[in-house]
């Protein structure tokens, strides 16, 4: 019998998770991919919105404003990149200008001290943003905005969860729920947990969460899912913008930005479209045009030839328009995160701390660790200083071995990835816990070594080594054969 089950490891599971750890729980996340940061939480832009954005008196602007207030200090303690930048809100006419006053008054509403808002006129916005499109005619500016690496605090949240006592199985789809009276039952694809009691569950399952929720009665919500698509250049040209630019929001949401990221790359998107299939994350050309003609009004001439990749996430786009948060009175123990779509990267763990108090309200008896340990510490040579880096070295030769080039990431460390609690398991997963792969050969050159050293260490062939997915074999006569991928038809 666990105390609590969460079901889903994105950003919202894998918060809870972590707040959860405070207390003596047995708490146990369950996952249905290899590792944690799968979905929506894996492909976003990042940003941890200021909060001027959502209608005030939602959970969304409630939320949004609280997680982005705790953003910096979390990532303190996780050592997870992150950049408070400032955002933009750029208007090219003047019905948009009158834009810019709702904006800011929406803004004071939802909570933004008037001291962290302004509006700037085409000189001011030119010296913020000097490459900045001529026919840009003023903006909103607030200064709260900042950029996080949105997998990395994701991986973060969860090691430092299991730190501190929690559990998680990936590779778990939890496939039917059963309640007996005031007992639930959880059946997964798991043999090793394959039927888990708990009086207590939490439903952070994003695009499936109306999936989960119909295992038990019908789901009073319904789904969609928005595909928005992204260019990642070089870091060379991270330096086009100095904050968050977005264009004026439309019944797209909040439109195509241009923004550095917290690894100091330059992202351009995301559009927005309805799809049908939740695990389809291709890219289009035509979406990807779309982003290049609508990015070009805000920064004309991008160099989409320093392009890195490309990308696309799934937003969960519920039929409620606002987050789905808190215990359903029907079944009584059955809490839901639920319909999170932007700002939820950064209102996570806002929600997390709201939901622990209505679990305790609900019953959970929660008693304080006095050993949680709320910090996470592992090596980073490039984040360390010269004579740091050479004692390390000297301790461990393995860390002077460079093996990513373009991101100097060391052969200690990518052990050290591995080895850490909840540590990964594939390429992915490695990338998500070092930056290997995440620069300009983007893994062109480093790939058959971290391969190798992979199979040493999990002790397997190479053969065995996914790239993601579970199925997604790199070498093998399989390589190509897509249809072994779980998931791609
Ligand atoms: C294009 C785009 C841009 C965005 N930009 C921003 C932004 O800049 N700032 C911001 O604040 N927010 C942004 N968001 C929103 C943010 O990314 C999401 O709100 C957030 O990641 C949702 O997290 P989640 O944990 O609810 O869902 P997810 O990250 O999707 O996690 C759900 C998890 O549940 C698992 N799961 C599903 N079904 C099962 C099952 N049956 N059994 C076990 N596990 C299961 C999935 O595999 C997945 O890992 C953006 C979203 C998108 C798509």
């Known amino acids: 019998m666990k105390d609590v089950v969460i079901i889903g490891g994105g950003i919202c599971g894998c918060s809870l998770a972590r707040e959860l750890s405070k207390y003596q729980l047995d708490v146990l996340v369950l996952e249905k991919e290899n590792d944690v940061s799968f979905g929506a939480t894996k492909a976003n832009s990042g940003i941890s919105h200021g909060g001027y954005d959502p209608i005030p008196g939602t959970l969304m602007a409630k939320y949004n404003i609280l997680g982005n207030r705790m953003m910096e ?3 303190e303690e996780l ?20 834009t810019l006053k709702d ?139 100095n904050t968050v630019i977005f264009q004026c929001p439309s019944d797209k949401g909040k439109g195509v930005l241009v923004s550095p990221t917290a690894h100091g790359n330059l992202i351009v998107g995301p559009n927005a479209y309805f799809i049908d299939d939740a695990d389809d994350t291709d890219t289009t050309p035509k979406g990807l045009e779309e982003v290049r003609i609508f990015a070009n009004k805000t920064i004309p001439n991008i160099p989409y030839n320093a392009n890195l990749r490309n990308y696309s996430g799934n937003r969960a786009e519920p039929s409620t328009e606002d987050f789905i948060v808190g215990e359903v009175d029907s079944v009584k123990g059955f809490f839901e995160m639920a319909g999170i779509k932007s700002p939820g990267l950064t209102s996570a763990i806002a929600i997390a701390i709201d939901m622990v108090s209505m679990l305790e309200e609900a019953g959970l008896s929660l008693k304080q660790k006095a050993n949680f340990n709320p910090f996470r510490t592992f090596v980073h040579l490039d984040y360390l200083p010269f004579e740091d880096r050479s004692r390390l070295i000297n301790a461990n030769p393995l860390y002077g071995r460079i ?60 053969d065995k080594i996914f790239q993601d997915k579970n199925g997604s074999f790199i070498v093998s006569e399989n390589a190509f054969d897509l249809s072994k991928v779980e998931g791609n038809d």
Request: hydrophobic share 35%.
């Open 103 to 241: 904006i800011y008054d929406r803004g004071i509403k939802n909570g933004i001290p008037k001291e962290c808002q302004a509006i700037f006129n085409q000189d001011a916005l030119r010296e913020k943003e000097p490459h900045i499109s001529d026919n840009a005619l003023a903006a909103y500016y607030c200064s709260e905005t900042g950029v996080v690496s949105p997998y990395e605090l994701c991986v973060a949240l969860m090691e430092n969860a299991v730190v501190n006592g929690a559990n998680i199985s990936t590779s778990t789809k939890v496939i039917d729920i059963k309640k007996i009276d005031d007992v639930f039952s959880i059946k997964t694809n798991s043999d090793e947990y394959n039927n888990i009691e708990t009086k207590f569950i939490v439903n952070a399952a994003g695009l499936y969460a109306a999936d989960i929720h119909n295992m038990l009665e019908p789901s009073p919500y319904s789904i969609k899912v928005r595909r928005g698509e992204y260019y990642l250049l070089d870091k060379k040209y991270g330096p086009l913008a």
């Open 403 to 462: 093996v990513c080039r373009c991101e100097n990431v060391s052969e200690g460390e990518i052990i050290d990835a591995m080895r850490r609690p909840n540590g990964g398991k594939t390429i992915e997963g490695i990338k998500k816990r070092t930056r290997v792969c995440a620069g300009s050969c983007q893994g062109g050159f480093c790939t058959p070594r971290i391969v190798e050293i992979m199979a040493r260490e999990l002790n397997i062939e190479v």
């Open 79 to 98: 050592s997870v990149p992150f950049i408070k930048t400032g955002c933009l809100v750029v208007a090219f006419s003047e019905d948009e200008k009158q």
């Open 73 to 75: 200090g979390l990532c």
